[in-house]
C-alpha cells in the first residue's frame, strides 16, 4: 500500500491547499491527493523547513541547548497548486479538498501519462527537474502554430535548448529557418542517415525584388527627404517594370535606374536639381557600400529555403541596421508566398516553416521602431493559419515588444535574475503566476521552467544536452593567452636564431 507523504491542513481551496510533511519535499515536485472520486495532480509551489522548538525568539544558547535536548528533527510546511484530474483532461473538481486529505508522492506512471511519450508529433527536451525518471515531451505543432519564446540571462543555456529543439524537429523532417545573428548555426553539424541536413543561405539580395520601402532603406532616405523619395520612386519604379516587362535585363539595373535620376536632374526645374544630385549620390553610394551584398542574378532568399533542413542566415558579419532590413524583408515574403500557397495561387512556398530569431530584443525591441517588429507581429498574429511558427530568443526580455512577446503562447524560461525582465515576462504571459516568478532566480544553468500550450501543464526541466550543437560556447581567454603566447615564444625562438646565423655568418 502507497504511504502518504503529507496532508491539507488550514483551509483548502479548489486551485491550491497548504499541507505539512515528515517526507522531504522538494520544490517543484508532484503530488497526487484523492477526494469526491478524483485523483488530482498538484504542483510543489512553496516549501518550508519548520521547527516549533527553535523559534525566532530564542537567544543562540538556548538555541544550541534546545538541539541537544530535542535533536534536529523538522517538518516541511508549504503550498501546492492544484493542476487537475489526469484521468479527465485535467479537470480542476469544483469541491476543494478537506483538511486532513492525505497526500502521495506523483507516480511515475501519472506523470508519464501527463508530460507524454515519444512520438511522431513530440520533442524529448529532458527530464522532471526533481524526477530525472520522468521524461517530458513538448508538441510541435502546438510550438509552430502558437509560437515559442526562450529566455535566460547569457550562459543561462539558450543556444543548447534552441538546438535541443531543432534536433528533435529535424528528426521529424521539419523545415526551420535560423535567422543567425552571431554565426553559431552556421556549422551545426546534424545528419539525417548520414547526410548533412543544414542549409547555409547566402546572405545576397537581389535589389529588384526588394520593395521600394526596403530599397530606399539601403539608399539612405527617409520620411523627411519627400522630394528625394519622390524621385527616386519614380526611377524605381520605371526600372523594375522595365525588367519585369523584358525591355532590359536585370544587370542593367543600376545603370538604368541612374540614367533615369539623370534624366530627372535635366527636365525638373533647377529648384529640385539639389535635392536630385543628392539622390544620385546616395544611390552610388549604396552601389559602392553594398556591393557584397547585392547580386542581380541571385533569387529571393525565401525561395531557397529546402524543405526537411535547416536553413541558415548568417547575419554575424553585417550590423544590425541590415540585419533589420534583411529579417523584415525575408519575414515579408515568406507570409506572402505562404498565404499564395494556401490560396492555391503560383509561386507559393508549399511547406510549413519554423523560424528561429536569435536576439529577438534587438529585432523586435521595446523601444526602437525596427522594421522587423512590424512583420514580427504580423506573422505572430496570422503564422498559425498558414503554417509559420516564430520562436523568440533573447538574453534581455524586458527590451523585447510586449506585443510580440504575448503572442507567443509557449515559453521555455531558464534562469532570470533581473527583477524588471521577471516583471516584462510575466506582464506579458498571462499564466504565468508570481509563484512560478519566484523559481526563475533560482534555477542553474541548462534547468528550465516551461508552459504553454505545448505541454499540458507548467514544468521545471532539466534540458538534455544536444547532440549536434557546434557554437555559441564562451572563449577561454586563460586558453587563448596560452595558445599566443605559446606561438609568439616559438617566433622569438627562431627569430634569435637567425640572428645568431646572422652573426657567425658575418
Known amino acids: ?66 538541539k541537544t535536548l530535542i535533536g534536529k528533527n523538522s517538518f516541511f510546511w ?119 541536413c543544414v542549409r547555409r543561405i547566402d546572405l545576397e539580395l537581389n535589389p529588384t525584388r526588394l520593395s521600394y520601402h526596403e530599397f530606399r532603406l539601403f539608399a539612405n532616405v527617409d520620411d523627411s527627404a519627400y522630394i528625394q523619395d519622390r524621385y527616386l520612386r519614380r526611377a524605381f519604379k520605371i526600372t523594375v517594370e522595365e525588367i519585369q516587362n ?37 544611390v552610388e553610394d549604396m552601389k559602392d557600400l553594398y556591393a557584397n551584398l547585392f547580386n542581380l542574378l541571385q533569387t529571393p532568399i525565401v525561395d531557397q529555403i529546402e524543405f526537411g533542413k535547416l536553413n541558415v542566415i548568417d547575419l554575424s558579419h553585417v550590423d544590425e541596421k541590415i540585419a533589420d532590413i534583411v529579417v523584415s524583408h ?69 527590451a523585447l515588444d510586449s506585443n510580440a512577446l504575448s503572442q507567443a503562447n509557449n515559453m521555455i524560461i531558464l534562469r532570470l535574475v533581473e527583477p524588471g525582465d521577471q516583471r516584462h515576462v510575466q506582464q506579458a504571459s498571462e499564466s504565468l503566476s508570481s509563484d512560478l516568478v519566484d523559481q526563475l532566480p533560482s534555477l542553474n544553468v541548462g534547468e528550465a521552467l516551461i508552459m504553454g500550450k505545448m505541454i499540458p501543464v507548467p514544468a521545471l526541466v532539466k534540458i538534455k544536452l544536444a547532440r549536434s550543437k557546434k557554437g555559441g560556447n564562451d572563449i577561454s581567454a586563460v586558453s587563448e593567452w596560452k595558445k599566443y603566447k605559446e606561438s609568439t615564444q616559438i617566433s622569438e625562438k627562431d627569430l634569435s636564431s637567425f640572428l645568431e646565423l646572422g652573426d657567425t655568418e658575418f
Not at 11 to 32: A, K, N, W
Open 330 to 398: 525575408v519575414l515579408r515574403n515568406i507570409l506572402e508566398k505562404r498565404k499564395a500557397h494556401v490560396r492555391n495561387e503560383t509561386g507559393g512556398l508549399e511547406f510549413p516553416v519554423f523560424m528561429i530569431l536569435e536576439e529577438a530584443h534587438i529585432l523586435a525591441s521595446s523601444t526602437i521602431n525596427t522594421k522587423s517588429r512590424y512583420w514580427i507581429s504580423r506573422i505572430a498574429r496570422e503564422g498559425r493559419k498558414f503554417g509559420l511558427g516564430l520562436c523568440l530568443v533573447t538574453q534581455r526580455p524586458k
Open 78 to 196: 508549504g503550498k501546492i497548486s492544484l493542476l487537475g484530474d489526469v484521468d479527465k483532461k485535467m479537470f480542476i473538481p469544483r469541491i476543494p479538498p478537506e483538511p486532513g486529505t492525505n497526500i502521495f508522492r506523483a507516480s511515475k506512471e501519472t506523470l508519464q501519462k501527463v508530460f507524454g511519450k515519444n512520438d511522431d508529433r513530440k520533442i524529448h527536451i529532458g527530464h522532471l527537474l526533481t524526477r530525472e525518471d520522468v521524461d517530458v515531451f513538448i508538441d510541435i505543432d502546438s510550438i509552430v502554430s502558437r509560437h515559442l519564446a526562450i529566455l535566460a540571462v547569457t550562459g543561462g543555456g539558450k543556444s543548447n535548448t534552441v538546438s535541443v529543439i531543432l534536433e528533435g524537429m529535424l528528426d521529424k523532417f521539419g523545415t526551420i529557418l535560423v535567422f543567425d545573428m552571431h554565426g553559431e548555426y552556421v556549422n551545426f553539424d546534424y545528419r539525417r542517415n548520414g547526410k548533412p
Open 246 to 282: 523584358g525591355q532590359i535585363s536585370a544587370s542593367n539595373f543600376w545603370g538604368r535606374l541612374l540614367g533615369e535620376l539623370y534624366r530627372f536632374l535635366e527636365e525638373e526645374p533647377k529648384d529640385y536639381q539639389k535635392s536630385i544630385i543628392g539622390i544620385i549620390s546616395k
Open 1 to 66: 500500500m502507497v504511504k502518504p507523504i503529507g496532508v491539507c491542513v488550514g483551509e483548502p481551496s479548489t486551485r491550491e491547499v497548504d499541507f505539512i510533511s515528515s517526507e522531504i519535499i522538494q520544490l517543484g515536485d508532484y503530488v497526487e491527493l484523492e477526494y469526491e472520486g478524483y485523483k488530482v495532480l498538484g504542483f510543489v509551489k512553496e516549501i518550508k523547513r519548520v521547527n516549533k522548538s527553535l523559534t525566532e525568539d530564542l537567544e543562540p544558547e538556548d538555541v544550541e541547548h534546545l
